[in-house]
Nanobody, 124 residues
């Protein structure tokens, strides 16, 4: 079992930055893949970014490529999402997800554990 707790969401103006954090506990953190997804009101949950078990492989959605950076600190059992140049269309609840198989995937159904989410609101 893995427990995930997100933090760092909030209200920011367009063009601003936020850093989301996701603290994990339970299973050995260094062997799992981690990802961020988001869900806006009335929309499907969508993939944002993922990182493999050792941090050497990352994948991003085209909509956030060049603006968002995913990283992990295995010593702190934490994964981060640095979000720069935020746009109103980035407004959503952001979820952290973990996968026991340590390779990345963009498919939400292949992740085993989920956090409760943190709200990000970008005003224009």
């Amino acid at each position: 079992q893995v427990q995930l707790v997100e933090s760092g969401g909030g209200l920011v103006q367009a063009g601003g930055s936020l850093r989301l954090s996701c603290a994990a506990s339970g299973r050995t953190f260094s062997s799992i893949a981690l990802a961020w997804f988001r869900q806006a009101p009335g929309k499907e949950r969508e993939f944002v970014a993922a990182i493999n078990w050792n941090g050497l492989n990352t994948v991003y959605a085209d909509s956030v490529k060049g603006r968002f950076t995913i990283s992990r600190d295995n010593a702190k059992n934490t994964v981060y999402l640095q979000m720069n140049s935020l746009k109103p269309e980035d407004t959503a609840v952001y979820y952290c997800a973990a996968r026991e198989l340590g390779v990345v995937t963009i498919h939400h159904a292949r992740y085993d554990y989920w956090g409760q989410g943190t709200q990000v609101t970008v005003s224009s």
